[in-house]
């Protein structure tokens, strides 16, 4: 099995910022793609930035210049962080990767159970 934990999320006022982490656990050979997505009441979750393990880097327009994403591929580790929050930015976070359990296995995709990120005075 694969568990990805989230931290780091919590109540910050707008133009503050929050540092985000996602450790994943398990039986794991190999991680791919690793990314953030969140989701605010009564929308779509949406993709927030993702990261390959060769480091190649997408962002969502609304995150440019404002988040950060990385990785630590020994400590099967993915980070976001965020700058100059806006309460438009309030959502629960999704860590997300596809995981290759054995050297033989295509990756699966896996989830953590989200923090909760509120951007408010």
């Known amino acids: 099995q694969v568990q990805l934990v989230e931290s780091g999320g919590g109540l910050v006022q707008p133009g503050g910022s929050l540092r985000l982490s996602c450790a994943a656990s398990g039986t794991i050979f190999r991680i791919n793609d690793m990314g953030w997505y969140r989701q605010a009441p009564g929308k779509q979750r949406e993709l927030v930035a993702s990261i390959s393990r060769d480091g190649s880097i997408n962002y969502a327009d609304s995150a440019k210049g404002r988040f950060t994403i990385s990785r630590d591929n020994a400590k099967n580790t993915v980070y976001l962080q965020m700058n100059s929050l806006k309460p438009e930015d309030t959502a629960v976070y999704y860590c997300?990767?596809?995981?290759?359990?054995?050297?033989?296995?295509?990756?699966?995709?896996?989830w953590g159970q989200g923090t909760q990120v509120t951007v408010s005075s």
């Open positions: 997300n990767a596809g995981v290759r359990r054995r050297s033989f296995s295509v990756a699966g995709d896996y």
